[in-house]
């Protein structure tokens, strides 16, 4: 198509409106481990698949799921080295805001701030977006929030989302599941089962991460989910 | 004469039952003369928050503007008000931007917090907060205002009570204070209404 004339350049809107680039990297997020998150009425849940390239690595040294703020943690599908860039910004972000203004930043700030972040590498020269979408869950004033940024720099809030491969299914699957008044427990073994949906080979504590952050805004993750996938079996 | 003395002021701020009042005199001199009688040194900044800029009059005006700028920002990014506090912490890293140049004024803030709380709070030049459970002061006339707001002051007050209070406070405050005085505009904050009156005094 003509598209592709235009999809080296990042800075160079194609004849049908896009920025082809984005939409490479939109790819890239689409081919990354499955992830996703779930909004309950008292918290949020993350979760992600951890499939490492061998059994030689040291599954414990790896951690998908990163804190932002000790209420607001994120978990990404793509590129890992991107979304570790993404967040330290972020992180020096909420840092400077404290500092300012000696509150918590909400979840909302953080997430228009990151994704201000994003979007600024969709408009420069010699750079390119950054290959990974992120699900940023919080919890603040305004209560459980999720939130969902994509390289393009847009953001949405939702009640339940994934990314990455296998995201129809598990989207069909949480579409299903989820109901408005879901308890913070429930919203984890659901997460937990949409995960073991499209999961390729044998679900255990060991090839998934799960961070969750309740009413106490504090942002927990479990690298060894082992007693909660157990006890799924 | 310093700099702080060029043009007078004299402000105070009390906490009360559920309400607070800030005051200030209303005069602006240069240097002994009196310049004009009216001049206003507190300012809104939301329905629930005020701030008292005393010191050099072109500074307290200009920090007056930098905070007006920085909290409607922060009003369209987060769709809600500062909380006192907040500001608070905003005023002092403004101040202290200007480390080795600053602004020679002497912020008051005054406010309602969540649940209708006063907060009260003074800071220097440099922004070294410090927060009062009773009453703060500002100005060329602080050290009278210390004295009359020490003896004067009662924790608890009603809204009358607490203006009654604040005013003797400053009328009498600044009648030992050459550099202000001229009346006094009191403001008192609780958290249906606002009432503002303005007093008058020695007018010398």
């Known amino acids: 198509m003509g598209d592709s004339q235009y999809s080296f350049s990042l800075t160079t809107f194609s004849p049908t409106g896009k920025l082809v680039q984005i939409e490479h990297a939109l790819t890239a997020v689409g081919s990354g481990q499955t992830s996703l998150g779930i909004k309950a009425a008292n918290g949020v849940v993350i979760a992600t698949e951890k499939k490492l390239p061998s059994i030689l690595v040291d599954e414990t040294s790896v951690q998908k799921i990163q804190l932002m703020t000790t209420n607001i943690g994120v978990v990404y599908s793509g590129m890992g080295p991107d979304s570790r860039v993404l967040v330290r910004k972020s992180r020096k972000q909420a840092q400077q805001y404290f500092r300012l203004y000696k509150e918590p930043i909400p979840v909302t700030q953080l997430v228009r701030e990151t994704a201000a972040v994003m979007q600024e590498f969709t408009q420069s020269g010699g750079v390119r977006p950054f290959g990974v979408s992120l699900l940023v869950a919080g919890y603040d004033d305004n209560g459980p929030q999720l939130y969902q940024v994509d390289p393009s720099g847009s953001y949405f809030s939702w009640k339940a989302s994934a990314m990455g491969k296998n995201v129809s299914n598990a989207k069909t699957f949480l579409e299903k599941r989820y109901t408005d008044d879901m308890e913070l427990d429930d919203a984890v073994h659901t997460a937990i089962l949409t995960l073991k949906e499209g999961f390729q080979g044998q679900i255990s504590g060991k090839n998934i991460e799960i961070g969750i952050v309740g009413a106490d805004r504090k942002f927990r993750y479990y690298i060894e989910a082992v007693a909660y996938v157990l006890w799924l079996n | ?204």
Request: proline share 3%.
């Open chain 2, 1 to 204: 004469m310093s700099i702080f003395e060029y043009n007078g002021s004299a402000l105070v701020a009390m906490v009360g039952k559920n309400c607070f009042a800030i005051a200030s005199d209303r005069r602006l001199g240069v240097n002994l003369q009196t310049v004009a009688t009216d001049f206003q040194r507190i300012f809104k900044i939301h329905d629930k928050l005020y701030i008292g800029l005393s010191g050099l009059a072109t500074d307290a005006q200009t920090m007056y503007q930098r905070l007006v700028f920085r909290h409607k920002l922060y009003q369209l990014r987060e769709e809600r008000d500062m909380k006192p506090q907040t500001f608070a912490s905003l005023v002092s890293a403004l101040l202290y931007e200007k480390r080795f140049g600053p602004y020679f004024c002497q912020p008051v803030i005054a406010g309602l917090g969540d649940d209708d709380v006063p907060f009260i709070c003074t800071m220097d030049c440099l922004g070294a907060k410090e927060l009062a459970k009773d009453f703060v002061v500002s100005g060329t006339a602080s050290e009278s205002l210390y004295g009359a707001c020490e003896s004067m002051y009662k924790p608890n007050m009603e809204p009358e009570e607490l203006f009654e209070t604040i005013s003797q406070a400053l009328l009498s405050s600044v009648d030992r204070d050459c550099l202000s005085g001229w009346g006094g505009h009191v403001l008192l904050v609780t958290p249906t209404e606002v009432q503002e009156r303005t007093l008058k005094g020695r007018m010398d």
